[in-house]
Each structure stands twice: as C-alpha cells, then as structure tokens.
C-alpha cells in the first residue's frame, strides 16, 4: 500500500543554521507533494507544493526538491529562526480525487 | 487568501451524547470537503471525503454511523459523532480544496478538540 514516511520524528538546530528535512514514499509515484507547518493545536498551514515534473520550488527562506530516482523531497528551511519552531508535515495525494496521505511529521525545534 | 473556519474550536461532552462540527470555506465554493482526525503526536489521518450534493465516502476502518457527514451546501459540511465515547476524544480538521481544484493546495481548517468524559 502506498506509504510516506518523514524519517524524523524531531530535529534540534541552533538559529541561523539550514534545517532540512526528509520525506520519502514508497509503493506509489505521487502527482504531487505538498508541505505544511502545524503548530501545536492548530490545523496544519500550506507552505509549498512540488510536482512530480519540477526538481527544485524555493519560497522566501524556504526550499523543497522533489526527486523521483530516490522517491523523496527535502525540505529546506535556511537561516532558521526561532519562530520557525513548529511540525512540518509531507503529504501527497494517492489519487485523482484530492485525497492526501500525510507523513508523521517533524517536530523542529530552532534554539536562539 | 482561502479560509476554512471550524466551529466549535473545541467541545467536552458526556459519553453516550451526539457532537456535530461545522466547517466553513469563507471565500471560497468547495464541492468537496475532506475530514481528518488527528490524535496527540500523530499525523493527520483522513476519515472521509464530503461531497456537495451526494454521499460522503468513507476511508476504510471509519464507521459511516458513527460519524454522519452532511455537506448541506458549496460552503458548509458537518461530521456529526453519534454516541461518542472517550475513544473518540481526538483533534477533528477539515480541508477543503478550491472547487474542482485537486492538484494544488488545500486550505485547512483551525480544527476542532473533542474531549469526551
């Protein structure tokens, strides 16, 4: 069945400094992969969307690859700011109809 | 931007008891609606799929009796949990994608926290 996995649960990184983080799937070859921030208690927020056909999206501070060879996207947050501190969430969709399959998330936590 | 509110943002209610939550696209038609639940340190997990005018399609494992779903117009659908109990305690989202829309973003709602005693 189809799968996608964010390979970790939490990253610490000290401010200033690049995070990226790791989504891989397996099982399907998805149209598109989207990332969104949750805060806590909050619903999750739209930041970027990849396509299968596009390598590379950039967004302000933000950057997201899409590398269909090694069924994966990274994430890129660079110059991280406190602020950034929150759950960054990979989903695509598995289906013609808009359907989303999420990732477990990652906890990111930027120290000043 | 496109905005989906939820109401209410949170509810505590007695075991045995019906809860329905409202989602709201603002500004925006939505033919569609998609409904997630979400429990503490875990991700989103879709429960069902609201359709304007027709009937709500279920992801596997989601009971269609406990969790009625009316999408009453291009702007509103409701889940309504039926007879709720402790395990149904959990974070309900909804999102909804731009009418017809389903290869971009999705716009979700704040969410709505269901605690039941």
């Known amino acids: 069945s189809q799968k996608i996995e964010q390979n970790s649960e939490a990253l610490n990184i000290q401010e200033g400094k690049t995070a990226t983080l790791t989504c891989n799937y397996t099982n399907y070859s998805p149209a598109y992969l989207q990332w969104y921030r949750q805060d806590p208690g909050r619903g999750p927020v739209f930041l970027l969307l990849?396509?299968?056909?596009?390598k590379e999206k950039r967004k302000e501070r933000l950057k997201v690859t899409f590398d269909t060879t090694l069924k994966q996207s990274l994430f890129h947050i660079t110059a991280s700011q406190p602020a950034d501190s929150a759950t960054y969430l990979c989903?695509?969709?598995?289906?013609?109809?808009?359907?989303?399959?999420f990732g477990q998330g990652t906890e990111l936590s930027v120290k000043p | 931007g496109a905005v989906v509110s939820q109401h209410p943002s949170w509810v505590i209610c007695k075991s045995g008891t019906s809860v329905k939550i409202e989602c709201r696209s603002l500004d925006f038609q939505a033919t569609t609606m998609f409904w997630y639940r979400q429990f503490p340190k875990q991700s989103l997990m879709l429960m069902a799929t609201s359709n304007e005018g027709s009937k709500a399609t279920y992801e596997q494992g989601v009971e269609k009796d406990k969790f009625l779903i009316n999408h009453a117009s291009l702007t509103l659908s409701t889940l309504t949990v039926t007879s709720a109990h402790p395990e149904d305690s959990s974070f309900y989202i909804c999102?909804?994608?731009?009418?017809?829309?389903?290869?971009?973003?999705?716009?979700f709602g704040p969410g709505t926290r269901l605690t039941v005693l």
């Open positions: 989903a695509s969709n598995y289906n013609q109809g808009g359907k989303l399959i």
């Open positions: 999102s909804a994608p731009r009418a017809g829309d389903f290869y971009n973003e999705q716009f």
């Open positions: 990849i396509r299968e056909n596009e």
